[in-house]
């Protein structure tokens, strides 16, 4: 299993390389001088030349990658063109703020999904699962958006339930220390701030993790009737074992196996789906760290955002790679 | 099929198993054995027939007892083996949290102890290095180990029956006769009665004392080995006893009963053995035959035998 895990982690630095010469690459591939672009159309020629070289762009672009590279390595991410400083400096805020939105859509989308999925095989063709397998079917076709702007609509403003927007209650905003305002609040003792910042992420949490949800709910209810024609099941039956064991223990073990790779690629489409949802929900996540950034052509930001978002997917698919060994005893390690 | 979606693959059992003995259940494939079998345990899969008629085991109907009841019995008075080891043992759990699971339902034994206990019954079934094998894996085990441990996990609670569905078909021959022979020496070490279901008269002329044929879900047939061997009264029994490959006579040519077992839910009025029978007469298609006894244990379900007890057919034939 060490072993494993350590080989696993050893195949990232490829993967990492790669996905750092594509962002790369993609950046470079938008048409327009970026030294003109952020001058605006009166600069005059020297001025232009002079930001080129300055940003190192006269260099070819193998050098300019060398370059950047080496900074990553030392955990420089390039400098913001328009805040003028380090990207490594100012970007953790926005990233805890997915981070934290995304782990909250997650484990709704996951304790409802997988338990929703579970009460419907196990009493299949009951009503429940019936209701179940329309709300899910409702829950996968629905746009973010749409869903987001309906929550607004109706729980925001008609019924005034809870907040539109923000991370926080902006008359007593949160005094951060790791970013992530759920365990920042506890650190503090502030409950009554918690309070706040639960109740600014259910809207989004639930705009997020609908999707993930209904298909996690699809998954697992397939898997686990797939298991429970199994006849290792019928062994577990036929030992006296209460079918809430039987469900539980003893299927649900081996009917999570696919769920979870299920789970992790959602996980890492949550995080496109994060982007729109803290537009719509005005959260200062990475993705409104980008989108403002490609509003001000701010080149390293762009770049250096998709890459840490592009590497955080490829964690999250690490994970769960080593979950699944886990649990997994079949899988060689 | 019935109006209401439900077959009735086993019409009605009706035999009965001693404390002690072996029985055995014969039949063709897709006769019923399997759904009978799951019956006697309450796990007839839900959109499968129901079974009609009664299941006594101790005086106790199991057909209407309560899921509560039949969760008390299974695993702990009743036990059962399945015809696929490897595909019975859960792939995820080891062999030791497996094997102790009834012990902690039943027994309500603490774990150190139910432990001890697995690894007396690993030692119990032959099988070496029993302290390991409780951290394995299922699939680090053949399937003749794996059908061992079935058989442990199965005995561990000292169940009054056995029911055993096939246990060897999967195995190859040499691991075949080693199960069998550790059935054998559980039933004559033990006081649990075993249920074995096989289609291999082979297997039952080794192991059981008494033998009950089936055909379309029906029992037709129940006698003693000997007699069964000796003097088979239905004509199907008879069938099954020509199939036999004997191994004195090896230019014999191997009997089959022409035609097919019905389809489950293709059941018609009359005896279900007519259309295959050579001695159907005009009765054995409009009237259904009943299991009568012929004195002594045997019983038969022909209407051959209506009139005249205890005619033999196999001189009938032979001439
Ligand atoms: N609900 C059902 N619907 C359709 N067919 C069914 C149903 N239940 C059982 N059967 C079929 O009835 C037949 C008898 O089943 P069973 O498994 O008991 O036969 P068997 O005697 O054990 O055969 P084998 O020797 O192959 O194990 C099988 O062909 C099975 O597929
Ligand atoms: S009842 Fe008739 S058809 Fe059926 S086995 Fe006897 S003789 Fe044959
Ligand atoms: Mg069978």
């Not at chain 1, 709910?217 to 036929?238: G, N």
């Amino acid at each position: 299993m060490f072993s494993y895990t350590i080989r696993r982690v050893g195949l990232l630095i490829p993967v990492l390389l790669g996905m750092t010469f594509i962002v790369f690459m993609m950046i470079r591939a938008i048409p327009g001088n970026p030294a003109q672009l952020i001058l605006g159309q009166q600069a005059s020629k020297d001025a232009i030349e002079t930001l080129t070289k300055q940003l190192g762009l006269d260099q070819p672009w193998y050098t300019q990658f060398v370059h950047y590279l080496g900074g990553l390595f030392q955990g420089d991410l390039g400098m913001s063109l328009k805040t003028r400083s380090p990207i490594s400096d100012e970007i953790w805020p926005y990233l805890a703020a997915t981070i934290e939105l995304s782990l909250v859509a997650i484990l709704i989308a996951v304790i409802i999904g997988v338990n929703a999925g579970i009460i419907s095989a196990w009493f299949q063709n009951s009503w429940f699962d019936y209701a179940v397998m329309l709300i899910a079917l409702i829950g996968v076709s629905m746009p973010i958006f749409w869903l987001g702007l309906m929550e607004q609509y109706f729980v925001s403003i008609k019924w005034d339930l809870l907040p539109t927007t923000g991370r926080d209650n902006i008359r007593m905003p949160v005094e951060a220390i790791t970013h992530l305002y759920l365990i920042d609040t506890l650190m503090e003792g502030r409950f009554d701030q918690f309070i706040e910042v639960v109740k600014h992420l259910i809207l989004p949490g639930i705009a997020l993790g609908t999707i993930p949800m209904a298909i996690i709910a699809r998954m697992t209810r397939s898997s686990m009737l797939e298991v429970m024609r199994s006849d290792y099941i019928r062994t577990a039956r036929a030992k006296g074992l209460k079918m809430f064991w039987v469900v539980y223990k003893h299927s649900l073990k081996n009917a999570m196996i696919p769920v979870i790779t299920v789970i992790g690629l959602q996980t890492g489409l949550l995080l496109g789906g994060a982007i729109l949802t803290e537009t719509i929900f005005g959260w200062p996540g990475i993705g409104t760290y980008i989108y403002d950034a490609i509003q001000s052509r701010d080149y390293p930001v762009i770049q250096s955002g998709i890459l840490v978002v592009a590497t955080l997917f490829v964690l999250i698919n690490l994970f769960v790679d080593i979950l699944y060994a886990a649990i997994d005893p079949r899988i060689k390690y | 099929m019935t109006d209401d979606g439900e077959i009735s693959v086993v019409n009605s059992i009706d035999f009965q198993v001693n404390s002690g003995e072996v029985l055995g259940i014969v039949g063709e494939s897709g006769c019923g054995k399997s759904v009978t079998s799951l019956s006697v345990m309450g796990l007839v899969p839900s959109p499968a027939g129901k079974v009609e008629g009664d299941i006594l085991f101790n005086g106790e109907n199991l057909v209407s007892a309560s899921e509560k009841r039949m969760r008390q019995i299974r695993g702990n008075e009743i036990a059962m083996i399945f015809q696929e080891p490897m595909t019975s043992l859960n792939p995820v759990f080891t062999i030791g949290s497996q094997l102790i699971e009834a012990l902690q339902i039943h027994k309500k034994w603490p774990k150190k102890k139910a432990q001890a206990h697995a690894v007396d019954m690993l030692k119990m079934v032959g099988l070496p290095r029993a302290e390991e094998l409780m951290k394995e894996f299922p699939h680090q085990l053949s399937g003749g180990m794996r059908q061992r441990v079935m058989i442990a996990m199965a005995m561990i609670c000292a169940p009054k029956l056995l029911i055993a569905d096939e246990p060897t078909t999967a195995l190859d021959v040499t691991i075949q006769a080693q199960i069998l022979e550790l059935m054998k020496k559980l039933n004559e070490e033990t006081d649990t009665a075993i249920m074995m279901i096989t289609h291999d008269l082979g297997v039952v002329a080794e192991m059981c004392q008494r033998v009950v044929v089936m055909y379309a879900g029906k029992v037709v047939e129940e006698a003693d080995v000997k007699t069964i061997f000796t003097s088979p009264k239905h004509p199907y029994t008879v069938g099954l006893i020509q199939s036999v490959p004997d191994m004195r006579d090896k230019k014999e040519r191997l009997y089959s009963i022409p035609g097919n077992v019905p389809k489950p839910g293709s059941v018609k009025a009359g005896c279900q053995f007519a259309p295959r029978c050579a001695h159907a007469f005009d009765r054995c298609i409009s009237e259904t035959p009943a299991l009568e006894s012929l004195g002594g244990s045997q019983r038969v379900r022909c209407w051959l035998y209506e009139d005249e007890k205890g005619v033999n057919i196999v001189d009938r034939t032979i001439s």
